[in-house]
């Protein structure tokens, strides 16, 4: 499956409803960040987590958030939040 | 849908609180489930997916009820019941 991201691309991840398992955890949802890394072709846990024979392969990516983006002014400034991220989590964003 | 693991951010849950000069392992059992479940994914019994997935399908007063090795232990045991891993010796 090819990137549909590079770095420095704006992206957002809105989360699947349901109850499957996910790598995106619950307060990076709808959150906005920057790609910052690519890291290669990864099996996608949500199919690993099934015992899927053959899992979807995706491309990864290290997505950086601001902290007060994630928590607001509860959060200190300065703080970032590196998640790594599969390309079906993703979407562009402005 | 956030499960009952899925905690961070989550208000209720107060300061974390640090043990000083904390040991890896306060009982031994817990070491016996850490090296349990590194001979079960090692053998392919299961992957690690499968395993995070068990221990965040805990029902969830089990879960919040449970020690981190706790969970760990009722995952594993969940996963060996669900691959029909066990036996009953006669």
Same mark, same amino acid.
């Given at each position: 499956?090819?990137?549909?991201?590079?770095?420095?691309?704006?992206?957002?991840?809105?989360?699947?409803?349901?109850? =499957?398992?996910?790598?995106?955890?619950?307060?990076?949802?709808?959150?906005?960040?920057?790609?910052?890394?690519?890291?290669?072709?990864?099996?996608?846990?949500?199919?690993?987590?099934? =015992?899927?024979?053959?899992?979807?392969?995706?491309?990864?990516?290290?997505?950086?958030? /601001?902290?007060?983006?994630?928590? =607001?002014?509860?959060?200190?400034?300065?703080?970032?939040?590196?998640?790594?991220?599969?390309?079906?989590?993703?979407?562009?964003?402005? | 849908?956030?499960?009952?693991?899925?905690?961070?951010?989550?208000?209720?849950?107060?300061?974390?609180?640090?043990?000083?000069?904390?040991?890896?392992?306060?009982?031994?059992? /817990?070491?016996?489930?850490?090296?349990?479940?590194?001979?079960?994914?090692?053998? =392919?019994?299961?992957?690690?997916?499968?395993?995070?997935?068990?221990? /965040?399908?805990?029902? /969830?007063?089990?879960?919040?009820?449970?020690?981190?090795?706790?969970?760990?232990?009722?995952?594993?045991?969940?996963?060996?019941?669900?691959?029909?891993?066990?036996?009953?010796?006669?």
């Amino acid at each position: 499956m090819s990137a549909r991201f590079v770095v420095g691309d704006r992206v957002t991840a809105p989360g699947l409803d349901g109850s =499957g398992h996910t790598r995106l955890p619950g307060y990076l949802r709808d959150r906005r960040g920057i790609v910052i890394a690519l890291r290669g072709s990864v099996p996608l846990a949500d199919d690993r987590a099934e =015992g899927a024979a053959s899992p979807r392969i995706e491309a990864l990516y290290t997505v950086a958030f /601001e902290g007060r983006d994630v928590w =607001g002014d509860a959060c200190e400034p300065g703080v970032s939040v590196h998640a790594d991220l599969w390309d079906s989590y993703l979407e562009k964003t402005t | 849908m956030s499960g009952v693991h899925d905690v961070g951010g989550k208000p209720g849950y107060g300061v974390i609180e640090r043990e000083a000069n904390e040991p890896p392992f306060h009982h031994e059992w /817990e070491l016996r489930v850490f090296a349990l479940n590194r001979t079960l994914l090692a053998a =392919g019994v299961y992957n690690l997916d499968e395993f995070r997935r068990a221990v /965040e399908r805990l029902p /969830e007063e089990v879960y919040e009820r449970a020690s981190y090795y706790e969970r760990w232990l009722l995952a594993i045991e969940e996963l060996l019941r669900k691959k029909s891993a066990l036996k009953a010796l006669p």
